[in-house]
């Protein structure tokens, strides 16, 4: 898992994967990310998708979250994961 989103009373918010470092770092950057809800705080972050933090920043983080958990997979776990698309693998 690299992500949960939440749709509740008080608006949208997703949880990502995070380095502790960068974490801290995001916190202490934008007031909309706070420490992992009903997560481990150390490596994960909720960010609150209230419209204060830039689209690409946001994208950056998801991507960020996905590949913390997909280089801990097994080789044969990422190979499966791959879409070959062109000249690169994406994955789904």
């Known amino acids: 898992m690299f992500a949960?989103?939440?749709?509740?009373?008080?608006?949208a918010r997703m949880n990502l994967?995070?380095?502790?470092?960068?974490?801290?770092?995001?916190r202490d950057t934008f007031p909309a990310v706070q420490p992992g809800y009903h997560m481990n705080k150390t490596h994960w972050n909720t960010v609150l998708l209230d419209?204060?933090?830039?689209?690409?920043?946001?994208?950056?983080?998801?991507?960020?979250?996905?590949?913390?958990?997909?280089?801990k997979l097994s080789k044969a776990e990422r190979t499966?994961?791959?879409?070959?698309?062109?000249?690169?693998?994406?994955?789904r």
């Open 17 to 26: 994967k995070c380095d502790p470092d960068e974490a801290s770092f995001l």
């Open 80 to 91: 499966a994961l791959e879409v070959r698309h062109g000249r690169g693998a994406i994955y």
């Open 51 to 71: 419209g204060s933090i830039p689209r690409g920043e946001i994208e950056r983080m998801i991507d960020r979250s996905y590949g913390l958990v997909v280089r």
């Open 4 to 11: 949960t989103l939440v749709d509740g009373d008080d608006g």
